[in-house]
């Protein structure tokens, strides 16, 4: 199966530090679209310990990474990175499928999701 998103090292190396700080060494990652944001639909991510039947299950650089079926169309092709710099660090998301964001880069519209733009 086609993997939907693509993880960088540095990104992963990340994930796994922040797995081993907060003991979550055995969890997988989630990456989720839901409603909200300035453009409608904004990213997710969090640990899980559980896997569901909706679940599309993919391996990056040893991370276990989880996205929902329902969201592998938004998500397909969208690549995590982590990039750091003098004012800290922090995860950058290159989606293709995204025709329109925010100022702040963290919410994003789609040609056939809009989501649930909220004020900003």
């Known amino acids: 199966m086609e993997q939907v998103i693509k993880l960088s090292e540095a990104a992963a190396l990340q994930v796994k530090d922040m797995m081993k700080e907060a ?10 679209v839901k409603g909200g944001g300035c453009s409608g639909l904004s990213y997710g ?5 559980e896997i569901n039947s909706e679940d599309q299950e993919e391996l990056h650089h040893g991370i276990r990474v ?3 079926t329902e969201d592998t169309d938004i998500l397909r092709g969208t690549e995590i990175d982590y990039k750091q710099s003098l004012m800290g660090g922090g995860f950058t998301i290159e989606n293709p499928n995204a025709i329109a964001s925010c100022g ?7 040609a056939t999701k809009k989501g649930t733009p909220e004020n900003c």
Not at 23 to 32: D, F, P, S
Not at 104 to 110: E, Y
């Open 23 to 32: 003991e979550e060494e055995n969890a997988y990652l989630r990456v989720a």
């Open 66 to 68: 989880l996205v929902k």
């Open 45 to 49: 991510m969090g640990f899980e310990h």
């Open 104 to 110: 702040c880069g963290s919410s994003f519209t789609t």
